[in-house]
């Protein structure tokens, strides 16, 4: 999903992109969401499979109706609302939004569908912290409509990126990327549910890399294990 920010420039700190793990040898995440919360599911289907384990510590919404936040209860996780619509102005809402993230003490936080415009304060208060998933090849396609755009300007291929948030609009370093061929005859909403499928695998995938430590920035690319690798960039049959 899109994620935008004012225009002022950062970087993640490449110190800290190191995973963290808690006492229990868990690494703590807190997921925020507005919606259905498909790909909340695909982390919450894989945190036990990783090394370390992902904790997920609460899943967050400013949507009270959020199916995401019944997801996140039948799994036994955490979750509070903070619903932008309580708030006078997008400052008190981030500040209220910042205590409650905060309180759980999160490694990471993971934007999995969270539907507001973060501002440049927000970010920078988990700048390397903070992850996105985008339904395009970034950077083609920021905004909304991606998968339509794609298809009317006859790209041959369509994907997903996850990336680090900064405050520039989707262009943060991308840490992976799943390709997904456009064929003839496409509609967006076809293609839309194609890259999904594609999206619950490499978003878990980003999680267990930053949780065990394996990514380093340098020079706004994203590095896995020191270089830039291939298992960053991939085709969907290959997945």
């Known amino acids: 999903m899109s994620v935008s920010a004012s225009p002022e420039t950062a970087s993640p700190d490449t110190a800290s992109l ?34 370390p ?6 899943v967050l919404s400013n949507n009270p109706t959020a199916y995401g936040l019944e997801r996140a209860s039948k799994a036994g996780i955490a979750t509070a609302v903070v619903n932008h619509r309580d708030y006078p102005d997008r400052q ?31 970010v920078n208060h ?13 950077p083609l396609y920021p905004g909304l409509n991606t998968h339509q755009r794609a298809i009317e300007n006859g790209d041959n291929e369509a994907g997903a990126t996850v990336h680090f948030v900064t405050p520039e609009v989707d262009g943060g370093p991308i840490i992976i990327q799943a390709h997904v061929p456009v064929q003839p005859g496409d509609s967006s909403a076809y293609l839309a549910s194609r890259v999904l499928i594609q999206e619950h695998i490499i978003y878990p995938k980003a999680i267990r890399w930053i949780a065990q430590g394996r990514l380093q920035i340098r020079d706004n690319l994203v590095l896995l294990d020191g270089v830039q690798s291939p298992e960053q960039q991939v085709n969907s049959n290959e997945i």
């Open 126 to 138: 988990y700048l390397g912290r903070l992850i996105n998933i985008h339904p395009s090849l970034l």
């Open 53 to 58: 384990k992902i904790d997920i510590r609460a």
């Open 92 to 122: 008190s809402f981030e500040a209220a939004l910042i205590a409650e993230i905060d309180r759980h003490q999160p490694a990471l936080v993971v934007l999995a569908g969270f539907m507001r415009i973060l501002t440049a304060n927000f």
């Open 18 to 51: 190191t995973g963290l793990t808690d006492s229990n040898d868990r690494f703590p995440i807190v997921v925020l969401i507005s919606g259905n919360g498909s790909n909340l599911q695909s982390i919450i289907d894989s945190r036990s499979n990783s090394s």
